[in-house]
């Protein structure tokens, strides 16, 4: 089954760290970029960047720079997106999501996303 | 980076009407724009690329057109199930801006 399983909420403290990891499954892995979307509460979808698998080379978004990692491991099909020194406005669902590597056609798969609630 | 005004943000219908969403981006795009459907509590699901290619399973009723900077998605006899919040997103060049939303209500 073609799937992205992203792991589960967590709830951290300002100032904290959180990794979110994005299992791929179903797919040649290393054919698809992986995409991060953020969503706070009751707002649109921000890109935060990707990252391809087949270069590892991240690319961030502007406002996603400085605090935001992303990372691979190709080994187990997996993305991760590190956030350092959480703040409250950090608090959203965050997706993983696979586009087509060199393509410039939409998402077509999501991870369910991840709820990172920042508060003390 | 392009920037991407979607509009209107909000939009009230019956079933059976058309509707139509525009999305203008700050600077061509050519034709890579695509449409997302998204209910709440679940991830987006994507509907249309490259402007007006339906994804496998999307039904005839969406549609998209345009070119260059202004695009729209027309719904053609809005039925229960597609009430629920739509986003574009511009798919020339990163950072691949999305749209700001628009929820569609009865």
């Known amino acids: 089954q073609v799937q992205l399983v992203q792991s589960v909420s967590e709830l951290k403290k300002p100032g904290a760290s959180v990794k979110v990891s994005c299992k791929a499954s179903?797919?040649?892995?290393?054919?698809?970029?992986i995409n991060w979307v953020r969503q706070a509460p009751g707002q649109g979808l921000e890109w935060m960047g990707w990252?391809?698998?087949?270069?590892?080379?991240?690319r961030y978004a502007p406002a996603f720079t400085g605090r935001y990692v992303l990372s691979l491991d190709t080994s187990v099909s997996t993305a991760f997106l590190q956030i350092n020194d959480l703040r409250t406005d950090d608090t959203a669902v965050y997706y993983c999501?696979?586009?087509?590597?060199?393509?410039?056609?939409?998402?077509?798969?999501w991870g369910q996303g991840t709820l990172i609630t920042v508060s003390s | 980076d392009i920037q991407v005004t979607q509009s209107p943000s909000s939009l009230s219908a019956s079933v059976g009407d058309r509707v139509t969403i525009t999305c203008r981006a700050s600077?061509?795009?050519?034709?890579?724009l695509s449409w997302y459907q998204q209910r709440p509590g679940k991830p987006p699901n994507l509907l249309i690329y490259?402007?007006?290619t339906l994804q496998n399973g999307v039904p005839s009723r969406f549609s998209g057109a345009g070119s260059g900077t202004e695009f729209t998605l027309t719904i053609s006899g809005v039925q229960p199930d597609d009430f629920a919040t739509y986003f574009c997103?511009?798919?020339?060049?990163?950072?691949?801006?999305f749209g700001q939303g628009t929820k569609l209500e009865i």
């Open positions: 990252i391809e698998p087949n270069t590892g080379n991240p």
């Open positions: 179903g797919y040649t892995f290393i054919s698809y970029a």
């Open positions: 600077q061509t795009i050519s034709n890579f």
């Open positions: 999501a696979r586009v087509g590597v060199g393509t410039r056609l939409g998402i077509d798969l």
């Open positions: 997103q511009q798919t020339y060049t990163v950072p691949r801006t």
């Open positions: 490259a402007v007006s």
